[in-house]
């Protein structure tokens, strides 16, 4: 590890020694690294016959291969760790007066300039700590403020232990999900700022579930719990990091994409809304796959990334509605006039999105008439054909692409 005392108190840099505070985090990494063997091991036995195509020789420690959240353990060893007293917003120098470690690493010193913006975020400041990225080849870093450590943890030496790992795990997952640190997305720039709330949010909640990831795969259920629950007492887009349940790849590898490729203004705000809301669950990891997909089907409140799921919405709407006017359910000849592009075939119906095709069931779903039950199949949907099938209900679908 490289761990710089900056101007952070001598009684907490002692504190941090006496309580063995960097053996507990090591100790903790123990189950993360346990995984990633096994997943190299995994890799070697299936990739020894063809080799691995997509390696590379890294000159730089900081440029990884591929996204992963073991990237987590050779950031901890190789990025500098600034211990300081509390946040500097005038973010001077925070190295010797010699400059030393800022001369050999050669890294800007205008970290705020015109093109640091259009480069996307270089410094992430969160309440305990902060990340910043590198700038025109220079070098990331992070900074841990103790003093803010010690008033959370309330005069609780093993409260501040599993604080200042919390946040630790915390600030090394921004460097993990930040596209400059990672071959695959060299020579593109972020779409997604930090310093939007959109990108905060997204940022700030995705690298408090990472860390989870990493405490959950200790096998530590008190210190898990302790996370979970100091997380959740913390400010909005720190604490909905609590609610993703996703794999470690798709939380990293689908936030990379985003920033990347880009999300629509209007996703951006819908998912604010959502999340500033009462978010739960379920809604927090539908709305995770879909900003970063390439497109997002929306009608009447409902977003989703399959048009077919949307067209199922509207069949259902629609039957709805004529049991709620009618008090009773829709006839055959009544569904088919509403929905036109339906094929009877004895006791199925069935809908070509081309004319000629060879048909090939994919999926069914169950339409209750009054007449009898019946199947809806179809091969594929995309916006078009989806537009064509619900052209007689009112409804309407509108395609958000994020590229």
């Known amino acids: 590890m490289k761990i710089y005392y900056i101007d952070a108190p001598e009684h907490l840099i002692k504190k941090i020694s006496e309580l063995h505070v960097l053996h507990n985090l090591t100790r903790l990494l123990e189950g993360l690294q346990r995984r990633q063997l096994h997943d190299i091991e995994h890799e070697l036995e299936h990739d020894s016959e063809w080799g691995h195509p997509s390696y590379h020789d890294l000159s730089c420690m900081f440029l990884f291969d591929e996204e992963s959240i073991g990237n987590i353990i050779p950031l ?8 300081k007293d509390t946040k500097d917003m005038s973010f001077t120098n925070p190295i010797s007066p010699d400059n030393t470690w800022r001369n050999e690493h050669k890294r800007d010193e205008r970290r705020d300039d015109d093109r640091s913006e259009k480069n996307g975020p270089v410094r992430i400041v969160d309440p305990l700590g902060a990340y910043f990225a590198q700038d025109d080849g220079g070098y990331p870093w992070i900074e841990i403020y103790l003093s803010e450590i010690e008033r959370c943890s309330h005069g609780d030496d093993n409260d501040f232990i599993s604080i200042f790992i919390i946040t630790l795990l915390h600030e090394l997952s921004h460097a993990a999900l930040d596209i400059r640190n990672c071959w695959r997305y060299e020579g593109r720039k972020e779409r997604i700022a930090y310093r939007t709330e959109f990108g905060r949010w997204r940022e700030e909640s995705v690298a408090n579930a990472l860390t989870l990831k990493i405490i959950k795969y200790s096998n530590d259920k008190e210190f898990y719990e302790f996370a979970q629950c100091f997380m959740k007492s913390q400010p909005a887009e720190y604490a909905l990091g609590t609610l993703y349940e996703c794999s470690d790849y798709w939380l990293i590898r689908d936030l990379m994409e985003s920033k990347s490729q880009g999300v629509h203004p209007e996703l951006q705000k819908a998912w604010l809304d959502y999340v500033k809301g009462c978010p739960e669950r379920e809604g927090v990891n539908k709305w995770h796959d879909m900003l970063s997909a390439r497109a997002v089907y929306y009608c009447c409140g409902r977003y989703s990334i399959s048009a077919s799921d949307i067209v199922e919405y509207i069949i259902d709407r629609c039957l709805d509605e004529y049991y709620l006017n009618k008090g009773t359910k829709m006839t055959q000849d009544i569904f088919c006039s509403t929905f036109p592009n339906i094929r009877l075939d004895k006791e199925s119906m069935a809908y070509w999105p081309t004319e000629n095709g060879e048909y090939e069931i994919t999926y069914l779903k169950k339409i209750e008439l009054s007449d009898g ?15 064509q099938f619900i052209q007689n209900t009112g409804y309407k679908i509108t395609e958000f692409v994020n590229y």
């Open 76 to 83: 901890l060893h190789s990025i500098p760790i600034l211990l």
């Open 373 to 387: 039950c019946y199947s809806l199949s179809y091969k594929s949907w995309d916006l078009n054909n989806a537009i």
